[in-house]
């Protein structure tokens, strides 16, 4: 079976741009959850979709919004891009919720 | 919010060595797992603890959940080069769920870099 994937690998972006990025989880997996890791730091939660509705949300501002589609595949949205939004997004899907599986990540840099 | 403490930050193996790593909390977990994370790549599950005072092994990796539900800690045994890489300890805060879906919000810890000693 396929892990999760996401899309695009890499990202340039300028400051106030948007930006899109894609996630698909393993098949039979209903729950999708996105982390922003920056470098050196450990990932730290955004958000979460569970059957299509957002389960949890974390500290981030409202720049940033999430869907899920009927097929569970997932979208993160950036609006007005910060300098201080360049980091790895991770895309992590799960069964149960317990043990997360996570894609290879997203690499954005604002400049 | 919550925060775990990992340690150490990094640390230098020489092939054959035993590792070790331990996370702390200051509030109580229900769930710890370990993951491992290669540059460039997305982290990989190692081990996933669910009771307090459970052992659990995956090959030469031996992880614990703490009896206090506040901490774990990963052994490594006869470390070889492709242990090298950032080792993360993450978990799911103890929290009531009314809902019958999942929880997803993993806090993790800041890492500890295993290095080969030159």
């Known amino acids: 079976d396929a892990g999760v994937t996401q899309s695009p690998t890499h990202l340039i972006k300028t400051r106030g741009q948007h930006v899109t990025l894609r996630c698909s989880p393993i098949s039979g997996h209903k729950s999708v959850s996105w982390y922003q890791q920056v470098l050196g730091q450990g990932p730290q939660f955004i958000f979460q979709y569970y059957e299509k509705e957002e389960r949890g949300r974390g500290n981030f501002p409202d720049r940033f919004s999430a869907r899920q589609f009927p097929n569970y595949s997932s979208e993160l949205n950036v609006n007005a891009l910060l300098l201080g939004d360049s980091a790895l997004y991770l895309c992590a899907s799960s069964f149960s919720g317990n043990e997360q599986f996570f894609g290879p990540g997203t690499r954005l840099t604002v400049l | 919010g919550q925060q775990l403490n990992q340690s150490p930050q990094s640390m230098f193996i020489q092939e054959g060595e035993d590792v070790s790593m331990n996370c702390t909390s200051s509030s109580i977990f229900n769930t710890w797992l370990w993951y491992k994370q290669d540059p460039g790549e997305g982290p990989v599950l190692l081990i996933a603890?669910?009771?307090?005072?459970e052992l659990t092994s995956n090959g030469r990796l031996t992880a614990q959940f703490g009896i206090t539900r506040k901490d774990s800690f990963l052994n490594i045994s006869a470390s070889i080069p492709s242990d090298v890489g950032i080792y993360f300890c993450a978990g799911h805060p103890r929290v009531l769920m009314n809902y019958g879906g999942s929880q997803g919000n993993l806090i993790f810890g800041k890492g500890t870099k295993l290095s080969v000693k030159p």
């Open positions: 603890l669910y009771k307090a005072g």
